[in-house]
């Protein structure tokens, strides 16, 4: 079945920059969609298709592909960014897939 | 600006039915596809079900298909879920979502504030 895996926590010092990684075979055909979830809020959408950002988001996130992998980085990371990150593509049928969730943590 | 109020949650008993809505506002409704993704207490999203933007095409994810159902009206700006035979494994918090583009592309653009479902006797 179609897997979406992430790394459960990742940290990083303030400015720094952090990766975060989601693995699957389905990225091989489809690029990672990347969610941002703040503790008790729903979800707001940070990065879609190849390496776009919505209006609002900083141009601090980035994302990249690589065969099965898709990264998100966060270049200077504010404390704001702390928070739950969800990558997403397709399973088998095509239809929506999100990964395990990462917790990044702005220390 | 785009709002997307959900309504409907609450506690039911394992094999009963509820009926979620959720209320659009700040963008024409019938141009975009709408989709529910749901959030288990303390769990990963989990997408669920999707609708065209003219209710002509709808789909429903492998783990409720053939008791939820994805319905919208355009005339009350309003999506729907109507979940039957609730377990145990439905509970969580339920989130409508507009998608970016009026064709569905899955990238959820647009989120509610989500309402929680507690499926327990």
Known sequence: ?107 | QVQLVESGGGVVQPGRSLRLSCTASGFTFSNYTMHWVRQAPGKGLEWVAVISFDGSNLYCADSVKGRFTISRDNSKNTLYLQMNSLRGEDTAVYYCARDLRGSPSYYFAYWGQGTLVTVSS
Do not use: H, M
Not at chain 1, 10 to 34: E, F, H, M, N, P
Not at chain 1, 83 to 104: E, H, I, M, Q, W
């Open chain 1, 1 to 107: 079945s179609s897997e979406l895996t992430q790394d459960p926590a990742v940290s990083v010092a303030l400015r720094q920059t952090v990766k975060i990684t989601c693995q699957g075979d389905s990225l091989r055909g489809y690029y990672a969609t990347w969610y941002q979830q703040k503790p008790g809020q729903a979800p707001i959408l940070v990065i879609y298709g190849e390496n776009n950002r919505p209006s609002g988001i900083p141009d601090r996130f980035s994302a990249s592909n690589s065969g099965n992998t898709a990264s998100l980085t966060i270049t200077g990371a504010q404390a704001e960014d702390e928070a739950d990150y969800y990558c997403n593509s397709r399973d088998s049928s095509g239809y929506p897939l999100f990964g395990t969730g990462t917790k990044v943590t702005v220390l």
